[in-house]
């Protein structure tokens, strides 16, 4: 049996958990939704124990300390009792509908990593920043041709796996460079990635956006790291 469970982990979400959330419920795709606070110190938890009432398939967890989305992931991996697993930020950037078509494909392909991309076919994007489209390509070229392996979008944040690949995987990195880290990883497991289509809207740093330029530098000396070691 094929089942899966959704990971979303979150720091400092209060604008955009419960609505993200209301997105993944409507899908009704999971089997287990496990919420994993990095320490936030806003209303993030209450929106989140709200959803955890009269819901046994949610699950709340609270880091000690904000130590990145590598260490809530981590967090997560005792608790995971699906054969599949995804990640699903916990803002507006990403539509969970989009699962049931990578998950389909799961299950015609249980040991791929089905990947979800924004840079391959027609589905409706909105890119603020020309300059983060641009290192994502690059980065996934980069990626690419390091690990002798096309992958069009190294960055995306839906990558539905194996549970037995997730738990296996001793993850490294806290923050943003655990997208390399992962694929890396299960190129060294499964040299198969099945890329599926999805949607995507952007949103700026003025509405919460993370990722820094810096961290585009991390993806770049990751893809060599950790194509040389495990």
């Known amino acids: ?4 469970a959704v990971i979303v982990p979150f720091y400092n979400e209060e604008n955009y958990l419960q ?18 606070d990095d320490c936030s110190t806003d209303n993030s938890a209450n929106i989140a124990n709200k959803n955890v009432s009269g819901n046994s398939k949610i699950i709340y ?3 000690s300390s904000n130590t990145g989305k590598g260490n809530a992931l981590n967090l997560a991996k005792n608790i995971l009792e699906t054969s599949h697993v995804i990640i699903h930020d916990a803002d507006l950037e990403y539509f969970p509908d989009d699962i049931v078509e990578m998950f389909e494909n799961a299950k015609k392909n249980p040991d791929a990593l089905i990947l979800g991309s924004r840079f391959i076919g027609s589905k409706k994007r909105k890119n603020i920043y020309l300059r983060t489209l641009i290192a994502n390509k690059a980065m996934s070229y980069f990626f690419s041709l390091v690990n002798s392996y096309k992958v069009s979008d190294v960055a ?11 738990k296996e995987a001793s993850i490294k990195e806290k923050g943003f460079s655990i ?10 497991y499964n040299k198969r990635i099945i890329e599926v289509p999805i949607k995507y809207e952007g ?7 993370k990722i820094k330029t ?3 530098f991390k993806y770049l000396l990751s893809t060599v790291k950790y194509r040389i070691i495990d």
């Open 1 to 4: 049996m094929k089942n899966l």
């Open 19 to 36: 609505k993200s959330l209301n997105r993944l419920l409507k899908s009704d795709i999971y089997d287990q939704i496990i919420l994993v």
């Open 61 to 63: 967890i609270k880091s």
């Open 156 to 166: 995306t944040c839906y990558k539905l796996m194996p549970v037995f690949f997730f």
């Open 179 to 188: 997208e390399i880290e992962i694929l890396s990883k299960f190129l060294k």
């Open 203 to 209: 949103r700026s740093y003025k509405e919460g956006k």
């Open 214 to 216: 810096s961290d585009g």
